[in-house]
Nanobody, 120 residues
């Protein structure tokens, strides 16, 4: 079965850095784009970064451009989110996501999330 497990969150001061990791299993990892989402307190879950299966193309939500970097290691079934110059508004639960095509159509899969808190 599909599994996504995030790690690397924590408490960090404004301006600090964190590196999130997501290990995937149960599907052909290199064939699928991976997305990092975040859910801030009281807000809807939003995508912050996406990377294609081959790792050659990425896209970012405007507020994180220039500060966050998404990358992947297809040999390890891992996707990363390097977060620099963190701001309090980056606080939230971060999830990795993949959308797979199954018999009933497309379905999104989520990990359990990892909490990021940016505070002094």
């Amino acid at each position: 079965q599909v599994q996504l497990v995030e790690s690397g969150g924590g408490l960090v001061q404004p301006g600090g850095s964190l590196r999130l990791r997501c290990v995937a299993s149960g599907f052909t990892f290199s064939s699928h784009a991976m997305i990092w989402y975040r859910e801030a307190p009281g807000k809807q879950r939003e995508s912050v970064a996406v990377i294609t299966g081959d790792g050659n193309n990425t896209n970012y939500e405007n507020s994180v451009k220039g500060r966050f970097t998404i990358s992947r290691d297809n040999a390890k079934n891992m996707v990363y989110l390097e977060m620099n110059a963190l701001k309090p508004e980056d606080t939230g639960v971060y999830y990795c996501n993949v959308v797979l095509r199954g018999p009933a159509g497309y379905e999104g899969y989520w990990g359990q999330g990892t909490q990021v808190t940016v505070s002094s």
